[in-house]
């Protein structure tokens, strides 16, 4: 048995979920999140937790298990607590400048500055004097595939260590051309 599959999911107060069939709508103080789960997934609500269940031991069954009851649990957090990521910028000159709630002006040593707009679920924020960038939302998938974006615009590079990097993100440094550590 999935031993993160079969953890049931505990439902805040404050917290609605229905389940019909195979799609599950999660209200909170925050939002609603709405998904469609896989037909062989048996989802249940049980004195306020949610509960996940296979029909078979099957490798299918057992990998959709842990997959369901997680992103289940994504969803329960996201409309209570929601998710947060936040970038770093490092590099001389480089900043950022927030325009609106989901648009911000990436300047990251390119000749022209570059926009990102994220969806209006997601809030940008950009704090710390122009050298970081908060990406929030309730959903998790949504908030890291815009922090990704964001990164992706200028990776950390090795050398010197500037671009957009992770706020908890190592960037392994190499030495120069001369062997020397450091710039």
């Given at each position: 048995?999935?031993?993160?599959?079969?953890?049931?999911?505990?439902?805040?107060?404050?917290?609605?979920?229905?389940?019909?069939?195979?799609?599950?709508?999660?209200?909170?103080?925050?939002?609603?999140?709405?998904?469609?789960?896989?037909?062989?997934?048996?989802?249940?609500?049980?004195?306020s937790n949610i509960v996940?269940?296979?029909?078979?031991?099957?490798?299918?069954?057992?990998?959709?298990?842990?997959?369901?009851?997680?992103?289940?649990?994504?969803?329960?957090?996201?409309?209570?607590?929601?998710?947060?990521?936040?970038?770093?910028?490092?590099?001389?000159?480089?900043?950022?400048?927030?325009?609106?709630?989901?648009?911000?002006?990436?300047?990251?040593?390119?000749?022209?500055?570059?926009?990102?707009?994220?969806?209006?679920?997601?809030?940008?924020?950009?704090?710390?004097?122009?050298?970081?960038?908060?990406?929030?939302?309730?959903?998790?998938?949504?908030?890291?595939?815009?922090?990704?974006?964001?990164?992706?615009?200028?990776?950390?590079?090795?050398?010197?260590?500037?671009?957009i990097a992770y706020e908890?993100?190592?960037?392994?440094?190499?030495?120069?051309?001369?062997?020397?550590?450091?710039g």
């Amino acid at each position: 048995m999935s031993r993160i599959g079969r953890l049931p999911i505990p439902v805040p107060a404050g917290v609605k979920v229905d389940i019909d069939g195979k799609l599950v709508t999660v209200k909170g103080p925050r939002g609603e999140l709405v998904s469609e789960f896989h037909r062989d997934m048996m989802i249940a609500l049980e004195d306020s937790n949610i509960v996940v269940s296979r029909p078979s031991d099957g490798r299918i069954h057992r990998s959709l298990h842990g997959l369901t009851r997680a992103l289940l649990a994504n969803m329960v957090q996201g409309v209570t607590e929601g998710f947060r990521k936040r970038l770093v910028i490092s590099g001389m000159g480089y900043r950022a400048e927030q325009q609106s709630d989901n648009v911000i002006i990436l300047q990251v040593g390119y000749s022209h500055p570059v926009r990102i707009v994220a969806p209006p679920e997601v809030t940008l924020l950009v704090e710390k004097g122009y050298r970081s960038i908060v990406v929030e939302g309730i959903d998790k998938a949504l908030v890291g595939e815009i922090a990704a974006r964001i990164r992706k615009v200028r990776k950390p590079e090795p050398y010197k260590g500037k671009g957009i990097a992770y706020e908890d993100e190592k960037i392994r440094r190499k030495a120069g051309k001369a062997g020397r550590i450091g710039g």
